[in-house]
């Protein structure tokens, strides 16, 4: 059974910094891609960045890539996303994501086969 939880949401000013996490319970993890996605009221979800099984490769969508960064830590079956310079688009539920797959097609939702409950990030103008 795999479970995954995010945790490190919160309500910050723009220009702030927040530290996600996403704790991934299974014996799977190491041998997974893990991706974060996020949803802005009234609007669909879209992709913000993954990182294959090793570390090695990550992926970001354009309009977070020289602001965040995705990160993970398979001894602790973690994933994180540092993000930096908050803006109030950055505003949005939080998921974060599991796939066997790799390559770029991870950016696309649908290849994911688990998802989190999500954390909120808030960021006020």
């Known amino acids: 059974q795999v479970q995954l939880v995010e945790s490190g949401g919160g309500l910050v000013q723009a220009g702030d910094s927040l530290r996600l996490s996403c704790e991934f319970s299974g014996r799977a993890f190491s041998r997974v891609t893990m991706g974060w996605f996020r949803q802005a009221p009234g609007k669909e979800r879209e992709f913000v960045a993954a990182?294959?099984?090793?570390?090695?490769?990550?992926y970001y969508a354009d309009s977070v890539e020289d602001r965040f960064a995705i990160s993970r830590d398979n001894a602790k079956n973690t994933m994180y996303l540092q993000m930096n310079s908050l803006k109030p688009e950055d505003t949005a539920v939080y998921y974060c994501a599991a796939t066997r797959r790799s390559g770029r097609i991870v950016k696309e939702a649908r290849v994911y086969d688990y998802r989190g409950q999500g954390t909120q990030v808030t960021v006020s103008s």
């Open positions: 990182v294959d099984w090793d570390g090695g490769t990550t």
